[in-house]
C-alpha cells in the first residue's frame, strides 16, 4: 500500500514538473522576443511588412479570377437547378394533361350512355333530365379541351425555356474552363513563390512578440493598401504622406522605440531599413 501511495505521488511529481517545464519554456520564450532590441524589432516587422506586400501583388496578379470562377460555378448550379425543376414542371402539366384527356373520354362514354337512353325514356322529365346531362356533359368536354389545349401551350413554353436554358449552361460552362484555365495558369506560375513567402513571413512571426504582432495585424486590417509599416519619405509619412515633425523624425531614425503615424497609426521607421 505504501509502495502505491509512493508511485502515485512520484507520478504527480513528474506532471508538476512537466507543466512547471512548459511554462518555463514559454516564459522564456516571451522574455527572450521581448529582449529583442527594438531597432531589430522593427526590421523584423518591416521585413514582415514587405512579404505580405509581396503575397499581396501575387493576389492582385490573380484579381477577381478566384470571385469569378466562384460567381461563374453558382450559375451554372443555378441553371442546373432551373432545368431540373421546369423538366419537374412539365412531368407534372403532362399528368393534368392525361387527367383531362381521361374526363374527356369519360364524358364522351356517359353522352353514349344518356343517347342510349333517351331512346328508351317513358317520359318527357326523362328525356329532359338526360338531356341536362348530355348538356353538361358536353360542356365538360368543352372545358376539358380547353384546359388541355391550354396546358400543352404551356408545355412548349416549357420545353422553349429549357432550350434557352441549356444554351445559357453550355456557354457559362464555356467561360468557366477558360477562366479555370487562366486561373491555373497564373497559379501555377507564382505557387512556389507565394509559399515560399508565406513559410519565410511564418518564422518573422514567430521572431515577433504576440503583442506587437497583433498590433501590426490589425494595423494593416485596418490599412486600405495593406500597409502596417511604412518609412519617413521626404519628411512625410509613407502611408498617408502627412508631414512629420523633425523632431518625432529624429526618434524614428534612431529606432529606440516604436511610433507610430499620429495621423493614420502606421508604425513608421527610418527610411535606411529600405536599403538594407
Do not use: W
Not at 511564418?202 to 493598401?225: C, D, G, V
Amino acid at each position: 500500500m505504501a509502495e502505491k501511495i509512493k508511485k502515485t505521488e512520484a507520478k504527480k511529481v513528474e506532471k508538476t514538473s512537466a507543466k512547471s517545464t512548459t511554462a518555463k519554456s514559454e516564459t522564456q520564450k516571451s522574455a527572450t522576443l521581448s529582449d529583442l532590441s527594438s531597432v531589430n524589432k522593427l526590421r523584423l516587422l518591416y521585413e514582415l511588412q514587405i512579404i505580405d506586400s509581396s503575397v499581396d501583388n501575387i493576389k492582385t496578379i490573380r484579381g477577381e479570377l478566384p470571385l469569378e470562377v466562384q460567381d461563374l460555378e453558382d450559375e451554372i448550379i443555378g441553371f442546373d437547378t432551373r432545368i431540373k425543376n421546369t423538366v419537374q414542371e412539365i412531368k407534372e402539366t403532362d399528368s393534368a394533361v392525361a387527367k383531362r384527356k381521361g374526363n374527356v373520354e369519360t364524358a364522351k362514354n356517359l353522352i353514349k350512355k344518356y343517347e342510349e337512353q333517351q331512346k328508351n325514356v317513358r317520359n318527357n322529365r326523362e328525356f329532359d333530365s338526360l338531356s341536362k346531362e348530355l348538356e353538361f356533359q358536353g360542356l365538360e368536354i368543352e372545358l376539358n379541351e380547353k384546359l388541355i389545349k391550354e396546358l400543352g401551350a404551356k408545355i412548349k413554353e416549357k420545353k422553349r425555356e429549357i432550350e434557352a436554358t441549356k444554351t445559357m449552361l453550355a456557354d457559362k460552362k464555356i467561360a468557366l474552363e477558360e477562366k479555370k484555365k487562366e486561373l491555373n495558369e497564373i497559379t501555377s506560375e507564382t505557387a512556389n513563390d507565394e509559399k515560399e513567402l508565406e513559410n519565410r513571413a511564418e518564422e518573422i512571426r514567430s521572431l515577433i512578440e504576440p503583442r506587437l504582432l497583433t498590433a501590426y495585424n490589425k494595423i494593416r486590417h485596418n490599412a486600405r493598401n495593406g500597409l502596417a509599416v511604412v518609412t519617413v519619405k521626404r519628411d512625410a509619412c509613407g502611408g498617408c504622406f502627412n508631414k512629420i515633425p523633425p523632431q518625432r523624425q529624429l526618434d524614428i531614425k534612431l529606432s529606440k522605440k516604436v511610433i507610430v503615424c499620429e495621423y493614420c497609426g502606421r508604425i513608421l521607421v527610418d527610411a535606411d531599413f529600405a536599403g538594407e
